[in-house]
């Protein structure tokens, strides 16, 4: 069976694995879905969001857990690194940038997409949690130039699709222009979009627009 994906293109989780199985050269089906609360969906997707896959086994949700079933499937080039302690460094970050940038920007979507207005209280919350988490990163990621070393990883997927929200978030909801006062970050953004996939992904979500 054909892998599916579950979800709709402006989702940047949904695009996270769709850009990795892309990358490498999978054969796979879109399956358009919003969010949402049906029972019928619950039982493939348990809280209701998107992305989730469709396997010849059963269904799998949360986007770090796809992307390791992705590897396993050893259909391509891995985007692990081979030696583990390495390869524990690449899930790291790809928690990382989940914890502490995608999950408190997230908190700002409602008011910088959806035109939900966010109190100050909370865009204060979220702009010392991005700080810690970007300040962090810079710890954490070397850039060189990709974010675990000199090879591309799963985890510069998964930053094309956080951090590139989050900097929008920071600029429209916290005044704050983190793409070019922090360093690094602008730069692999950059780099990521030079790739196929990653054009691929924007051609499709400009379709759907
Ligand atoms: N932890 C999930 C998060 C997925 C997620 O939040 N998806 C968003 C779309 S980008 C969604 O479905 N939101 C609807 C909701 O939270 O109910 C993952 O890693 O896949």
Not at 151 to 173: M, N
Request: aromatic content about 10%.
């Amino acid at each position: 069976m054909t892998i599916k994906l579950h979800g709709m293109t402006y989702s940047n989780y949904y695009n996270m694995v769709k850009a990795i199985m892309i990358e490498k050269g999978m054969d796979f089906e879109e399956v358009h879905v919003l969010p949402n609360q049906e029972s019928e969906f619950l039982l493939k997707s348990p809280m209701g969001k998107v992305p989730c896959l469709e396997t010849e086994d059963g269904f799998l949700s949360e986007t770090g857990v796809m992307i390791d079933y992705i590897d396993s499937l050893k259909i391509g080039p891995s985007l692990y690194p081979e030696q583990l302690f390495a390869q524990a460094k690449v899930k790291e970050l790809i928690r990382h940038l989940e914890l502490y940038i995608e999950l408190p920007a997230r908190r700002l979507y409602g008011d910088v997409f959806f035109g939900n207005p966010a109190m100050d209280e909370l865009k204060g919350q979220v702009k010392l949690q991005l700080e810690k988490g970007f300040a962090s990163l810079q710890h954490l990621a070397s850039f060189d130039p990709y974010l675990a070393g000199k090879e591309l990883s799963y985890a510069d997927f998964y930053y094309r699709f956080s951090v590139g929200l989050a900097t929008i978030v920071c600029k429209k909801a916290l005044n704050w222009n983190a793409l070019s006062e922090l360093p690094n970050i602008k730069g692999l953004l950059d780099l990521m979009d030079e790739r196929e996939s990653i054009q691929k992904i924007q051609a499709d979500q400009a379709r759907d627009a």
